[in-house]
């Protein structure tokens, strides 16, 4: 009989008690959370080190990915900022749709809230920074105040797990998305000299294609990965912040499934039948799991199948990452 691999003496394969302690941590409401604050306390405490020059350095150094004539050379800090964090808003930009389709911002009262909340937190602060700095040189800056950094409000919220009402996450992820909007086009039409309206065009052309695709039914979550590549480099060489580019993608993303639940139950029940007629490790048997699989991702929308596997690597990879290259402020 072919070795099963090496047991603990409790019959639990070795590399499950080696990994448990990470799975339990993973599993916690909280555990996102918990390491977006120790890596925002690793930042300050690092900004204000003898080290700091070496924080400084780490982050401002180029970093230059492509291949061919496709090459974009910029500072590992706008590498997290632009491209990482795109991903980040895209998760937020299909947590909205999917609330907006059947959850919390289903009707257009729900939907104002967020929406007035945001407009008022950004211009509130502008208004408030002219009316100080009227008359000075410092008056142009009023478009600074108006950024929200809402990654950090969704990390606080995500330590307090279940305790926060649902309708509560959804306003402030809501909010993050209007928010990120509204500073964006600020940025664009009064900060930004130099905008390439036929880069803008490419991103538009690229979330077309993507909206075709919906259309056409195509369920692939890697057909809109390489449209999202895409369209976030058109809209990084147009001048526009390329974040804007993870949120429009994700409202182009079907959130229909190819079979309902009805027929799934059916299908399911005849392929578990035919697996357990099978032979144990029979081409008949494999044939039925394979089938379960296949139906497995025909009952789930590519909206819900692509909001589960990237959320894993927002929570414990990106917003970590981001707040260890943003949260070093010299404090002294």
Same mark, same amino acid.
């Given at each position: 009989?072919?070795?099963?691999?090496?047991?603990?003496?409790?019959?639990?394969?070795?590399?499950?008690?080696?990994?448990?302690?990470?799975?339990?941590?993973?599993?916690?409401?909280?555990?996102?959370?918990?390491?977006? %604050?120790?890596?925002?306390?690793?930042?300050?405490?690092?900004?204000?080190?003898?080290?700091?020059?070496?924080?400084?350095?780490?982050?401002?150094?180029?970093?230059?990915?492509?291949?061919?004539?496709?090459?974009?050379?910029?500072?590992?800090?706008?590498?997290?900022?632009?491209?990482?964090?795109?991903?980040?808003?895209?998760?937020?930009?299909?947590?909205?749709?999917?609330?907006?389709?059947?959850?919390? %911002?289903?009707?257009?009262?729900?939907?104002?809230?967020?929406? %007035?909340?945001?407009?008022?937190?950004?211009?509130?602060?502008?208004?408030?920074?002219?009316?100080?700095?009227?008359?000075?040189?410092?008056?142009?800056?009023?478009?600074?105040?108006?950024?929200?950094?809402?990654?950090?409000?969704?990390?606080?919220?995500?330590?307090?797990?279940?305790?926060?009402?649902?309708?509560?996450?959804?306003?402030?992820?809501?909010?993050?998305?209007?928010?990120?909007?509204?500073?964006?086009?600020?940025?664009?039409?009064?900060?930004?000299?130099?905008?390439?309206?036929?880069?803008?065009?490419?991103?538009?052309?690229?979330?077309?294609?993507?909206?075709?695709?919906?259309?056409?039914?195509?369920?692939?979550?890697?057909?809109?990965?390489?449209?999202?590549?895409?369209?976030?480099?058109?809209?990084?060489?147009?001048?526009?912040?390329?974040?804007?580019?993870?949120?429009?993608?994700?409202?182009?993303?079907?959130?229909?499934?190819?079979?309902?639940?009805?027929?799934?139950?059916?299908?399911?029940?005849?392929?578990?039948?035919?697996?357990?007629?099978?032979?144990?490790?029979?081409?008949?048997?494999?044939?039925?799991?394979?089938?379960?699989?296949?139906?497995?991702? %025909?009952?789930?929308?590519?909206?819900?199948?692509?909001?589960?596997?990237?959320?894993?690597?927002?929570?414990?990879?990106?917003?970590?990452?981001?707040?260890?290259?943003?949260?070093?402020?010299?404090?002294?």
């Amino acid at each position: 009989m072919p070795s099963q691999g090496s047991t603990t003496p409790f019959g639990k394969p070795a590399i499950e008690v080696l990994t448990s302690p990470f799975t339990r941590f993973a599993k916690m409401e909280a555990s996102g959370g918990i390491l977006l %604050l120790v890596c925002t306390a690793a930042a300050l405490v690092w900004a204000n080190s003898p080290w700091q020059h070496a924080y400084e350095h780490l982050w401002e150094t180029p970093l230059t990915i492509g291949f061919g004539r496709v090459i974009v050379s910029i500072t590992r800090h706008h590498w997290i900022n632009d491209g990482l964090m795109s991903v980040f808003f895209f998760l937020v930009g299909l947590e909205i749709k999917r609330e907006i389709l059947i959850g919390e %911002l289903s009707s257009l009262k729900q939907a104002a809230f967020p929406f %007035l909340a945001a407009v008022g937190g950004s211009l509130a602060p502008a208004v408030i920074y002219v009316l100080i700095t009227k008359g000075t040189g410092a008056q142009r800056g009023w478009g600074i105040p108006m950024a929200t950094d809402i990654a950090f409000a969704l990390g606080a919220l995500a330590l307090l797990g279940s305790r926060v009402p649902p309708a509560l996450k959804v306003f402030v992820a809501a909010l993050a998305i209007v928010d990120d909007i509204l500073c964006v086009l600020v940025i664009s039409i009064f900060y930004t000299s130099d905008i390439s309206m036929f880069s803008l065009g490419i991103a538009a052309a690229g979330l077309g294609v993507s909206c075709l695709a919906n259309w056409m039914g195509v369920r692939a979550p890697a057909v809109y990965g390489l449209i999202s590549v895409f369209v976030w480099l058109a809209v990084l060489n147009s001048g526009v912040h390329a974040t804007i580019a993870g949120v429009v993608m994700a409202f182009t993303i079907p959130a229909k499934t190819y079979i309902d639940r009805a027929e799934f139950v059916l299908r399911g029940r005849s392929l578990v039948g035919k697996f357990e007629q099978a032979g144990p490790h029979s081409a008949e048997e494999h044939d039925a799991v394979h089938g379960l699989e296949r139906q497995c991702e %025909l009952v789930q929308s590519p909206l819900h199948r692509i909001e589960h596997a990237i959320q894993p690597w927002v929570g414990f990879f990106i917003m970590p990452l981001f707040a260890l290259a943003n949260a070093g402020v010299p404090i002294l």
